[in-house]
């Protein structure tokens, strides 16, 4: 029997894996994002303590591994395991997806896909569409995703003029088969950026060009600030058993 915990946003509840050490059950952690990224003092020193704790530290990709190996995760206790993605079945075509969704088959469209939080940011793109319809009068931004920040955001948009361009589709289990209706999507988030977003046919992917970064397929990513800043390594002495 083994204990798991996963790392996301920083608040997993660390205190389980400490009461799971005390009981003499191995650990094993999984993280989905980098240390460098939380910048709450409190979560990082959740994150750190934890990761001393761990017999097992799970990376989704070889470049998390070599970060966690950066700040002083012993190489022995580091295992890469990639997230697993379905593959997308073909879906019913661009025209028959906008015609369900009352789009118009020319009409030029532009989508995000994510839940409606703080980090996300869609009220970053929401922002910009006022300018956008200066531009091009009749795009559609058609936001995919739920949460609680959904009212607001709709209040955003009706408060801007332009809730009538702006499609609120919530939850949806279809959402990347709805990507062959845009031709732009946008990932508006601060804490990722769309270079991961760069393969067509639904394994991870989004037509035409990518407004996260500007370029082509993603290409040109932003810099992230935090890239390569050294942080306080990892104690290696030997863990309480």
Not at 192 to 211: I, K, Q, V
Request: with cysteine.
């Amino acid at each position: 029997m083994s204990f798991t915990a996963m790392s996301g946003s920083g608040w997993e509840g660390w205190g389980n894996l400490e009461t799971a050490r005390r009981a003499g059950v191995p650990v094993i952690m999984q993280t989905q994002h980098l240390p460098f990224l939380l910048g709450n003092p409190h979560k990082r020193r959740g994150l750190l303590k934890a990761l001393k704790e761990a017999d097992c530290v799970i990376a989704v990709s070889d470049g998390v591994r070599r970060t966690y190996e950066a700040i002083g995760v012993p190489s022995e206790r580091l295992i890469t395991v990639p997230n697993g993605v379905a593959r997308c079945e073909a879906g019913a075509g661009r025209n028959a997806i906008r015609a369900r969704l009352g789009l118009g088959i020319d009409q030029p469209v532009v989508m995000a896909v994510g839940r409606l939080t703080q980090m996300k940011a869609q009220r970053n793109l929401i922002d910009a569409i006022p300018y956008l319809r200066s531009r091009v009068p009749d795009v559609a931004v058609v936001i995919v995703g739920d949460g609680p920040l959904r009212r607001q955001l709709e209040d955003q948009a009706a408060s801007l003029g332009v809730g009538g361009a702006t499609r609120f589709l919530g939850h949806r289990i279809d959402a990347r088969s709805l990507l062959e209706a845009a031709d732009v999507f946008v990932l508006p988030s601060r804490h990722e950026n769309a270079a991961g977003c760069n393969r067509s046919d639904g394994r991870g992917a989004t037509p035409g060009r990518h407004a996260g970064t500007g370029q082509p397929g993603g290409r040109g990513r932003r810099k992230n600030r935090h890239a390569g800043a050294a942080r306080r390594p990892i104690s290696t002495r030997p863990r309480r058993r």
